[in-house]
């Protein structure tokens, strides 16, 4: 039987974004084949580091569809949204959690060879705290997305600025203790790590996102 959601256009599209919300699954399947090359788009920017050896896309907009919306409460909130923003921060969520079961499955794995935890474990550790530190709204789905927008980031810097930034935030090591590591005098080691977290913002800045000067301070 053919889908009576194939093919929406136009405003009728409303009807079709309500229905989803409403847990109408040919109406959210519906809507992820309509922006599926979007959403493509969108999270392929966003899976990074050695993941991108694990899953694709695909593979995450599968996940979206098996999962469909959640609870009351993020529906009340994605109606708020476009429909492709909606999707996106479903997909984020979604590509979040999958992160999250991929390194505890190799942690818990004492036959690796090359652990997806190998560098990564910390890094997205770090993506936490630091996108904890972010002011935004406290949503649950702007969260996991905020986590995934900063382990990017993370992942495009030079693995010495990503270090300190490791040490700093996540080791919670103070300056002079960070100049002892690199073998450098405190305000050395102070330049150092404001190298590295100029080139992080440029980063972020790069990816949509200001981080306010005084959001992380050494």
């Known amino acids: 039987m053919q889908n009576k959601w194939a093919g929406v256009e136009g405003d009728d599209e409303n009807e079709l974004f309500e229905s ?12 992820l084949q309509k922006y599926r090359p979007q959403l493509k788009l969108y999270l392929n920017g966003r899976i990074c580091g050695v993941l991108r ?16 919306v959640g609870s ?12 492709l923003r909606c999707l996106q921060l479903l997909a ?13 499955r190799e942690k818990r ?3 690796r060879e090359r652990s997806l935890d190998d560098g990564n474990s910390s890094t997205m550790a770090l993506a936490r705290l630091l996108a904890d530190s972010m002011l935004s709204p406290a949503q649950n789905l702007l969260q996991a997305e905020r986590i995934l927008m900063v382990h990017q980031a993370l992942d495009s810097m030079d693995a010495d600025g990503r270090q300190i930034l490791t040490w700093v935030h996540y080791e919670s090591l103070t300056r ?19 190298r ?10 790069k990816l949509g996102y200001e981080c306010p000067d005084d959001e992380l301070q050494f």
């Open 53 to 68: 050896q694990r899953i694709d896309s695909s593979d995450v907009i599968q996940e979206v569809a098996m999962h469909g």
């Open 20 to 31: 989803a919300l409403q847990g109408d699954s040919e109406a959210f399947a519906a809507l």
């Open 176 to 194: 002079s203790s960070l100049g002892e590591r690199l073998g450098i005098n405190e305000e050395a080691a102070r330049k150092r790590y404001s």
């Open 109 to 111: 794995d004492p036959r």
């Open 92 to 104: 984020g969520h979604r590509l979040y959690e999958i992160f999250r079961y991929h390194l505890e």
């Open 72 to 83: 009351a409460a993020s529906v009340d909130y994605l109606r708020t949204q476009s429909p």
């Open 196 to 205: 590295a977290l100029k080139q992080f913002g440029d980063i972020m800045q």
